[in-house]
């Protein structure tokens, strides 16, 4: 399986300052039609897990934009630009390119 | 909008069954792949199996840790994806959730809690 690493696990951050989520795979997440699926998911405390980004950098509909998402191959990124208070909760990259699906361990964001 | 409602959790012995329904609406049902996940309480996401549309022959594929346990199927004309799960382990304890797609899973339902004692 591909396994996904996350860093940090846990990220303070100050209100209205930028908050970045790195993601890396073991093995390279390009499949042989050139798609990389490679999707972040945002899960607020007592909710389900919402996606934000999809193909590594596609902001899903309603998706503020201050979300972005980079990277290629293997090590991928998750910024926000300016944290809000909504922000805080948990956020898990999962790639979809090799079977089986496989997440990363999640990256809390809290206020500091 | 695109909804998708879990129900069927509960409390169950270890070795029991239990089925799990994702009613979903909102989006033509027979067009997309469906995917269960799981979350146990405090931890990360996993993912649990799938089911293709009927244009991929509606086939599955489940983690090693539930195949030959759990089997996924689809009623189209329902628009509902089940999860029968059997041969229950403790281990099991989760909030399972579906979710529409497989490699890009978008929309998730907000989850069932399955508990299973010993």
């Known amino acids: 399986d591909v396994v996904m690493t996350q860093s940090p696990l846990s990220l303070p951050v100050t209100l209205g300052q930028p908050a970045s989520i790195s993601c890396r795979s073991s093995q390279r997440l390009v499949d042989s039609a050139g798609n990389t699926y490679l999707n972040w998911f945002q899960q607020r405390p007592g909710q389900s897990p919402r996606r934000l980004i999809y193909?590594?950098?596609e902001r899903d509909s309603g998706v503020p934009d201050r979300f972005s998402g980079s990277g290629s191959g293997t090590d991928f990124t998750l910024k926000i630009s300016r944290v809000e208070a909504e922000d805080v909760g948990v956020y898990y990259c999962m790639q979809g390119t090799h079977w089986p699906n496989t997440f990363g361990q999640g990256t809390k964001l809290e206020i500091k | 909008e695109v909804q998708l409602v879990e129900s069927g959790g509960g409390l169950v012995q270890s070795g029991r069954s239990l089925r799990l329904s994702c009613t979903a609406s909102g989006f033509t049902f027979g067009e997309y792949a469906m995917s269960w996940f799981r979350q146990a309480p405090g931890k990360g996401l996993e993912w649990v199996g799938v089911?293709?549309?009927?244009?991929?022959?509606?086939?599955?594929d489940y983690a090693a840790s539930v195949k030959g346990r759990f089997t996924i199927s689809r009623d189209d004309s329902k628009g509902i994806a089940y999860l029968q799960m059997n041969s229950l382990k403790t281990e099991d304890t989760a909030v399972y959730y579906c979710s529409r797609g497989r490699l890009d899973v978008d929309c998730w339902g907000q989850g069932t809690l399955v508990t299973v004692s010993s």
């Open positions: 089911i293709r549309s009927e244009a991929y022959g509606a086939t599955t």
């Open positions: 193909k590594v950098s």
